[in-house]
C-alpha cells in the first residue's frame, strides 16, 4: 500500500487536467491514509511541492473514480481523456489544451511574444490585438535577463486576451474565480476586472482585447494593463523565490515608512502593486494620479524613488521604449500626448505578424523563423538622430499647449 516516508529531499510536481471535468489529487500520508490537497479545473494547472517520498494520487472529483498515483523526483501529471495519467520528469511548460466554447470559436495558441511566451484568446479577438500584445511584452521585456525569462517558462507563464464580448472568467483558466469577489472593491472578479496577473499558483496573465487596441476602452482608456498584469508576472514567476522578489518587499516596506506615496493609495496597497504600478511609470503607461499617487513617469520614479528605479533598471533595463510611443490609439482625453509619441517616430501599428497563426494540430510551439525584434528599445544611430529632432519640436508643442492652457486658467 502507498504511504509517505520520512524524507528530506523536496522536489516540485505540476499537476494538469486535460479532461473535461475537475481532478483531484491527494496526498497519502505516513499512514496511507489520503488528503485532498488541489482540484484542478478542466484545461488548468496546479503546482504542488513535496518530497520525493511522498505519493500523489489522482482522482475523478465528481465520482472519486481513482485515475492514478505516482510517487518520486518532481513530475508533470496530465490527466488525459479517457482517466488516462501521464507522467513525465520535470516541469514541463504548461501547453492548455484547444478548447470550443460557441459562440467564441476555439481558444487556443494565437500568437507568442519574442521571449517565446504563447498567447492565447479564442477566435472572437481579432489578430491585431494578438499582435498588439506580442509588440508591447516585446518591447517591455527586450532586455529581462535570460535567468529571468526562463524562470517564467517554467511556472507555465502565459497571456489571456479577453475578447470585447467576454468577461474575465470566460478565459478557462479562471473558470474557479467565477462569483469569488475580486478582492479591489468592485465586486466580483468577472465585473471588477479586465485582466489578471499571474503568479505561482496560476501562471495565466491576462488583458482586455480594448485595452491593446484602446479602442473605446471605457475601463482603462489611460493606462495599459497588459503592462500591469505582465509586470505582476515578471516578479512573481520570472523572480519567484529569487533575492530580488525580497529586496522589492524591503524596497516597498522603506518606501512605506518614508511617505513617499499618499497613504493609502494602490501603488503602496502591497509589494505586488507597488512593483506593477511602478513598472507602468516607469514605461509611461499610465495617466493616472490616483492609484499610482502620481507616479506616472520613468524620470518621477528615478526622482521619488531612487531604489526602485535601481531594480526596474535590472529588471527591465533603461531603454528609450515608453508605452505612450507605440499606443495604438490617445489615452482617453489625451490626444496631444499621443501625437507627441507619433511625433517622436514610434510605430502606430504593429510590426507585420510578429507571431504566426497556430494550427489546431501543431498546437504548442510553432516552429518559426523567430519574431522580429522589437526596434522600440535598440533605435539605429540615424533614428536616434531623427527622433531627438522631433522630440525638440514635441517640446515645442507641448509649451505651446501649455501656455494655451494657462491663459484659460
Ligand atoms: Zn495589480
Redo the contacts with the bound molecule.
Keep these: 500500500m502507498a504511504r509517505s516516508k520520512d524524507c528530506k529531499t523536496a522536489c516540485r510536481h505540476r499537476f494538469n487536467n486535460d479532461t473535461d471535468g475537475p481532478v483531484k489529487f491527494l496526498w497519502i500520508d505516513y499512514d496511507g491514509q489520503e488528503h485532498a490537497y488541489a482540484t484542478v479545473f478542466p484545461g488548468q494547472s496546479h503546482i504542488q511541492d513535496t518530497y520525493t517520498s511522498h505519493p500523489w494520487r489522482a482522482r475523478v472529483a465528481d465520482t472519486g473514480a481513482e485515475i492514478g498515483e505516482y510517487v518520486g523526483p518532481g513530475a508533470t501529471l496530465t490527466v488525459l481523456p479517457g482517466a488516462r495519467l501521464r507522467v513525465e520528469p520535470g516541469l514541463q511548460p504548461r501547453r492548455p489544451p484547444d478548447m470550443h466554447v460557441a459562440p467564441w470559436g476555439w481558444y487556443r495558441q494565437r500568437g507568442r511574444c519574442a521571449r517565446g511566451h504563447p498567447i492565447y484568446a479564442f477566435d472572437c479577438v481579432p489578430d491585431a490585438a494578438v499582435r498588439l500584445a506580442a509588440f508591447t511584452m516585446d518591447c517591455m521585456t527586450a532586455h529581462l535577463p535570460a535567468p529571468a525569462v526562463s524562470r517564467m517558462h517554467g511556472w507555465g507563464a502565459f497571456l489571456a486576451i479577453i475578447g470585447r464580448g467576454q468577461v474575465t472568467t470566460d478565459i478557462p483558466q479562471y473558470a474557479q474565480y467565477r462569483g469569488q469577489d475580486s478582492g479591489n472593491g468592485g465586486g466580483r472578479v468577472e465585473t471588477a476586472t479586465r485582466g489578471?496577473?499571474g503568479g505561482t499558483s496560476n501562471p495565466v496573465s491576462s488583458v482586455g482585447e480594448e485595452n491593446l487596441t484602446m479602442e473605446d476602452d471605457v475601463h482603462y482608456g489611460c493606462e495599459s494593463i497588459l503592462i500591469?498584469?505582465w509586470?505582476?508576472a515578471v516578479m512573481d514567476l520570472g523572480y519567484a523565490e529569487q533575492p530580488l522578489q525580497a529586496e522589492i518587499v524591503e524596497c516597498w516596506k522603506a518606501a512605506e515608512k518614508r511617505g513617499t506615496y499618499v497613504k493609502g493609495s494602490?501603488i503602496i496597497s502591497n509589494p505586488?502593486?507597488y512593483w506593477?504600478?511602478a513598472s507602468q511609470a516607469w514605461f509611461e503607461a499610465t495617466m493616472r494620479d490616483d492609484v499610482t499617487s502620481g507616479l506616472k513617469t520613468r524620470d518621477a520614479v528615478k526622482r521619488a524613488d531612487p531604489w526602485l528605479a535601481s531594480l526596474l533598471t535590472r529588471v527591465y533595463g533603461d531603454g528609450p521604449w515608453r508605452y505612450w510611443h507605440t499606443c495604438p490609439r490617445p489615452f482617453t482625453g489625451d490626444e496631444a500626448r499621443w501625437q507627441a509619441g507619433r511625433a517622436l517616430g514610434g510605430r502606430t501599428v504593429p510590426p507585420v505578424a510578429p507571431y504566426q497563426a497556430v494550427g489546431g494540430a501543431e498546437l504548442g510551439w510553432p516552429a518559426q523563423a523567430g519574431p522580429p525584434q522589437p526596434t522600440g528599445p535598440t533605435p539605429r544611430p540615424d533614428q536616434r538622430r531623427r527622433r531627438r529632432r522631433s522630440a525638440s519640436k514635441w517640446v515645442e508643442e507641448v509649451t505651446e499647449t501649455l501656455a494655451g492652457m494657462l491663459k484659460k486658467l
Design positions: 489578471l496577473g500591469h498584469e509586470a505582476h494602490y505586488g502593486e506593477a504600478e
